[in-house]
Each structure stands twice: as C-alpha cells, then as structure tokens.
T-cell receptor
Framework: DVKVTQSSRYLVKRTGEKVFLECVQD?????MFWYRQDPGLGLRLIYF???????EKGDIPEGYSVSREKKERFSLILESASTNQTSMYLC??????????FGSGTRLTVV | QQQVKQSPQSLIVQKGGISIINCAYE??????FPWYQQFPGKGPALLIA?????SEKKEGRFTISFNKSAKQFSLHIMDSQPGDSATYFC????????????FGAGTRLFVKA
C-alpha cells in the first residue's frame, strides 16, 4: 500500500510567517496534490504536480506555492501566513488510473 | 459541468440499517468514481471505486450502484455499524483533456447503537 506521510499533525504559526508543509510518498506515483479542508466547504484543491518540477494551480492557489524537487516529496509553502489560512491541509498521491492515497493531514492554526 | 453533487449532507441510521448516499455528476468524460471514508482527525481513505462499464460493485458491506444514463452513483452500506460513523466523500475523475478529480461536499454519517 502507498503511504503518504505529512511531516506535522498540528502546527501553530504567527501571521506573516513563512510556513512549509512537507509531504512524502513511499511509492513511485507521478501525481501529488495539496488540498485544504474546511467545514462546509469540502476538499478544495490548492496545487497539484504530475512530475518532478512540474506544478499546476488548483482552484484556490492564492497565497500558496509548491515545490517538487524529488518525485517522492511535494511541499506546500505559505509565503506569508494569514489567519484565513487556518485549516486542515491534506496531501495526496495518485498512480495512473487509481484512487488517491491521502496523508493524515496537518491542522494549521495561524494566530 | 464540473460539479459533483452529493446528498444528503448528514445522515443518521440505526445500527443494522442501510445507509445510502447519492452523488450526481454532469461531465460525461468522468471515468472513475471512488468513494472515500474519513474519520475525525484523519485523512480520507479510499473505500471503494467503480468504472462506468459496470453497474454495481460490491466489497463486503459496501456497494456502489452506478447509473450511467442518469449520471448518478450511490454508496450503500448494508448492516451499518457504529464504527461506520464517518464522513463519506464521492468523487469523479478523468484523464481526458487533462487530469481532473472533483469531490462531492461530503456526507456525515452517524450510526446509532
């Protein structure tokens, strides 16, 4: 089974800080995704990547950037954290023709 | 065209009963329809999935029914148990014209003991 590991379960950051959320998968999957999940809004796609150094904007990319320097690692960066970025962040990996494997999530609070 | 509409938003079922969650899609290019189960504090986990060339898929107590002409699919949980209490998401995806997955808004299921 594919495992997707997110580096932190809980994070508390201050407004204006640069925040890095790390995600690592242990299979050779091409596609990786970052979602945020908020009550009543479901899962919203922030960015995805289909190969090393490749990235595509999702539905809500503003205020975020991503980095994929190695196939197994996909990082989400909040350039200057704001309180409206307080959320649950979910990373996922997907092989061709298969469903997603999600990480356990990072609950980020920006104060 | 890109929406996946999921209903109901929340559902309370008696232990041993059948839980039914429905989803409808619009884009006929979708060719993979998974269901995810999410427990509080955890990421969603793939539960069961179907492709449009079959009308039903069963795995244990979980069954997907798929109606291609109506562009609808549903999850049935037979003999629902308190341990099934979770949030369920349907999704639809395609690789046609660029990769795309659309999630439903989720259904919060509570199974009463």
């Amino acid at each position: 089974d594919v495992k997707v590991t997110q580096s932190s379960r809980y994070l508390v950051k201050r407004t204006g800080e640069k925040v890095f959320l790390e995600c690592v998968q242990d299979m050779d999957h091409e596609n990786m995704f970052w979602y945020r999940q908020d009550p009543g809004l479901g899962l919203r796609l922030i960015y995805f990547s289909y190969d090393v150094k490749m990235k595509e904007k999702g539905d809500i990319p503003e205020g975020y950037s991503v980095s994929r320097e190695k196939k197994e690692r996909f990082s989400l960066i909040l350039e200057s954290a704001s309180t409206n970025q307080t959320s649950m962040y979910l990373c996922a990996a997907q092989g061709q023709g298969h469903g997603y494997t999600f990480g356990s999530g990072t609950r980020l609070t920006v104060v | 065209q890109q929406q996946v509409k999921q209903s109901p938003q929340s559902l309370i079922v008696q232990k041993g009963g059948i839980s039914i969650i429905n989803c409808a899609y619009e884009n006929t290019a979708f060719d993979y329809f998974p269901w995810y189960q999410q427990f509080p504090g955890k990421g969603p986990a793939l539960l069961i999935a179907i492709r449009p060339d079959v009308s039903e898929k069963k795995e244990g107590r979980f069954t997907i029914s798929f109606n291609k002409s109506a562009k609808q699919f549903s999850l049935h949980i037979m003999d629902s148990q308190p341990g099934d209490s979770a949030t369920y998401f349907c999704a639809a995806s395609t690789n046609t014209g660029g990769f795309k997955t659309i999630f439903g808004a989720g259904t919060r299921l509570f199974v009463k003991a």
